[in-house]
């Protein structure tokens, strides 16, 4: 589920890109700092969304700087210098998330990829155990959300709404948790900021959840697997369509909901990702179902 | 209130013509018709009031007096609605209250349950950010009394967001790819070659 939440590189300025790379750098090197160095392999793109909104909102200028990284050390790239709220938040949803991913796989994979995940479960459940400290409100919406997945995935009538409601859910109050974490006159200023951030990360959250199980669907239908769109009553022909129609939707009420929040530093960038990279990545993944012979 | 020109995003010493357009795009932004089916409906209708009254400010700073009468009235919400089966639930709808309006309308006999519910259930759901059972109920409404404009503007709004198909770029055509850069340099090889010159040296 992660990774669909990126910038569209080709319309974005370069400044911004530059900035862009920095926090996705920046986020990198939190997760060394807070949990290990091997934790910097889970970095994915969806937590760095996450902490560009939050930078973007923030009182707080980021302060740059040049440095190697230690993945490449012939690269330099540019780092945020001191540590921030907004990176530990998005390294404890990076992390948390990461824990709960792997439990899931552990229960759902065949045996030979279950020796590898167990192999993985002592490192990711000592770092959860630090992120539970420090952010529990993080960890305990991933926990929530875990757990209803489960049962909407054994309901008889769900639907696409229902199925999306725990992703959308925790996404929104991951998202809430920016207006109680951060010190931003921006937020302040409005008392309605919560509420638009919550309606913003749910929507998103459901995008999120919907792109994966389209992305998933040729997958899961050759498997018998849970997935949403199978258990529509919609011809095959018709069903590109319609999957896209639901995310056209969704997609553009999480964009009405971050137009009512007022412009921070990076506005840019999220407004590239939202407006631009999103639809990219949907024509991208729905290609998929122009060619189904292939997937099979 | 806060600094009008601050809310409309121009500078004090903008012309009429700047203050009109910025008003303009912004009114085009956070009309509440954008917003209807929205969960946050009241903020946009407020951040609406607040664009409105910033304007009719400026306006009437400038002495200019015959927009700020026009403007709040030309993008106002246009939910008013004359008749109604419904009016506790409309205004569980308007406060918010959406548990309370789903189990007024879960209460409703399968038999009695006319165009006007399925739109109201639909509003439920859509404000709950339910977006997708809300389309199939608004559809139901639609269908069921194809005259109603409301209902019809509901079904068309959600239509169009549906079809968005130029939210992002066209990602079909790109410039040139390497290939065609590779093919185009031996074709101008080839036409150097036949007229005696050389564009590649060492074939």
Same mark, same amino acid.
């Given at each position: 589920?992660f990774?669909?939440v990126?910038v569209?590189k080709s319309n974005?300025?370069g400044?911004?890109?530059?900035t862009?790379r920095a926090?996705y750098c920046s +986020?990198? &090197?939190?997760?060394?700092r807070d949990?290990?160095?091997?934790?910097?392999?889970f970095?994915?793109?969806?937590?760095?969304?996450y902490?560009?909104l939050? +930078?973007?909102?923030?009182?707080k200028t980021?302060?740059?700087?040049?440095?190697r990284?230690?993945?490449n050390?012939l690269k330099?790239?540019?780092?945020?210098?001191d540590?921030?709220?907004? +990176?530990?938040?998005?390294a404890?949803?990076t992390?948390?998330?990461a824990?709960y991913?792997?439990?899931?796989?552990?229960?759902d994979s065949?045996?030979y990829?279950?020796?590898f995940?167990r192999?993985?479960?002592?490192m990711l459940s000592s770092?959860?155990k !630090?992120?539970?400290?420090?952010?529990p409100t !993080?960890?305990n919406?991933?926990?929530k959300?875990t757990?209803?997945?489960? #049962?909407?995935?054994?309901?008889?009538?769900?639907?696409?709404d229902?199925?999306?409601?725990p992703?959308?859910a925790?996404?929104?109050?991951?998202?809430?948790?920016v207006?109680?974490?951060i010190?931003?006159?921006?937020? &302040?200023?409005?008392?309605?900021s919560?509420?638009?951030?919550s309606s913003f #990360?749910?929507?998103l959250?459901?995008?999120?959840?919907?792109?994966?199980?389209?992305d998933?669907y040729?997958n899961?239908?050759?498997?018998?697997?849970?997935n949403?769109? !199978?258990t529509?009553?919609v011809?095959?022909?018709e069903?590109k369509?319609y999957v896209?129609s639901?995310l056209?939707?969704t997609?553009?009420e999480?964009?009405?909901?971050y137009n009512? +929040?007022?412009?921070?530093?990076?506005?840019a960038?999220i407004?590239?990702?939202?407006f631009s990279?999103?639809?990219?990545?949907q024509?991208?993944?729905l290609?998929k179902?122009?060619k189904?012979d292939?997937?099979? | 209130?806060n600094?009008?020109y601050?809310?409309l995003?121009?500078?004090?010493?903008a012309?009429?013509?700047?203050?009109?357009?910025a008003?303009?795009?912004?009114?085009?932004?956070?009309?509440?018709?954008? *917003?209807?089916? =929205?969960?946050?409906?009241?903020v946009?209708e407020?951040?609406?009031?607040?664009?409105n009254e910033?304007?009719d400010? $400026?306006?009437?700073m400038?002495k200019? %007096? =015959?927009?700020?009468s026009? /403007?709040? /009235? =030309?993008?106002?919400?246009?939910?008013? *609605?004359t008749?109604?089966?419904y009016p506790d639930?409309r205004?569980y709808i308007h406060?918010g209250r959406?548990?309370?309006?789903?189990?007024?309308?879960?209460g409703?006999?399968?038999?009695?349950?006319?165009?006007e519910?399925?739109?109201?259930?639909?509003?439920?759901?859509s404000?709950k950010g339910?977006?997708?059972q809300? *389309?199939?109920?608004?559809?139901?409404?639609y269908?069921?009394?194809?005259?109603?404009?409301e209902?019809?503007?509901?079904?068309n709004?959600?239509?169009s967001r549906?079809?968005? /198909?130029n939210m %992002? *770029?066209?990602?079909g055509?790109?410039g040139c790819?390497?290939?065609d $850069?590779?093919?185009?340099?031996?074709c101008a090889d080839?036409?150097?070659?036949?007229m %005696? %010159?050389?564009? $590649?040296?060492?074939c």
């Amino acid at each position: 589920m992660f990774g669909y939440v990126n910038v569209d590189k080709s319309n974005l300025l370069g400044k911004d890109f530059d900035t862009y790379r920095a926090i996705y750098c920046s +986020l990198c &090197k939190q997760l060394g700092r807070d949990y290990s160095i091997f934790a910097r392999f889970f970095l994915n793109y969806d937590c760095t969304f996450y902490a560009v909104l939050m +930078l973007s909102l923030s009182d707080k200028t980021c302060d740059f700087c040049t440095g190697r990284c230690r993945f490449n050390p012939l690269k330099k790239c540019d780092y945020i210098s001191d540590d921030t709220v907004s +990176l530990s938040l998005a390294a404890a949803l990076t992390i948390s998330s990461a824990y709960y991913k792997l439990l899931d796989n552990i229960l759902d994979s065949p045996w030979y990829k279950r020796i590898f995940y167990r192999l993985l479960q002592p490192m990711l459940s000592s770092w959860h155990k !630090i992120s539970l400290k420090k952010f529990p409100t !993080i960890d305990n919406e991933l926990n929530k959300m875990t757990i209803s997945q489960k #049962g909407t995935e054994e309901d008889k009538n769900c639907n696409i709404d229902k199925a999306a409601e725990p992703t959308a859910a925790m996404l929104s109050a991951v998202f809430s948790l920016v207006d109680e974490k951060i010190d931003s006159s921006i937020l &302040k200023k409005n008392k309605n900021s919560k509420r638009i951030l919550s309606s913003f #990360g749910y929507f998103l959250g459901k995008w999120i959840y919907l792109i994966d199980a389209a992305d998933d669907y040729f997958n899961d239908k050759k498997h018998h697997n849970f997935n949403p769109y !199978i258990t529509l009553d919609v011809e095959e022909k018709e069903l590109k369509n319609y999957v896209l129609s639901s995310l056209n939707h969704t997609l553009s009420e999480a964009m009405l909901s971050y137009n009512l +929040l007022e412009k921070g530093r990076y506005d840019a960038i999220i407004s590239n990702a939202l407006f631009s990279a999103l639809p990219k990545k949907q024509n991208l993944v729905l290609s998929k179902f122009d060619k189904p012979d292939k997937q099979k | 209130m806060n600094n009008p020109y601050e809310i409309l995003g121009v500078s004090p010493n903008a012309t009429d013509e700047e203050i009109k357009t910025a008003y303009r795009n912004l009114a085009k932004k956070y009309h509440p018709d954008n *917003y209807t089916d =929205s969960p946050l409906a009241d903020v946009a209708e407020e951040k609406m009031k607040e664009i409105n009254e910033a304007y009719d400010a $400026i306006c009437d700073m400038r002495k200019n %007096g =015959s927009h700020s009468s026009t /403007s709040s /009235s =030309s993008y106002g919400s246009s939910s008013s *609605y004359t008749h109604t089966s419904y009016p506790d639930v409309r205004q569980y709808i308007h406060e918010g209250r959406l548990d309370d309006a789903m189990e007024i309308l879960n209460g409703v006999a399968q038999e009695s349950r006319n165009a006007e519910w399925y739109f109201l259930m639909g509003m439920v759901f859509s404000r709950k950010g339910w977006n997708d059972q809300a *389309y199939t109920y608004f559809q139901r409404a639609y269908q069921m009394e194809p005259d109603n404009y409301e209902f019809r503007s509901a079904v068309n709004n959600m239509n169009s967001r549906r079809t968005y /198909s130029n939210m %992002g *770029y066209d990602t079909g055509n790109m410039g040139c790819s390497a290939c065609d $850069i590779c093919t185009g340099l031996m074709c101008a090889d080839c036409c150097c070659n036949c007229m %005696g %010159g050389r564009s $590649i040296f060492c074939c």
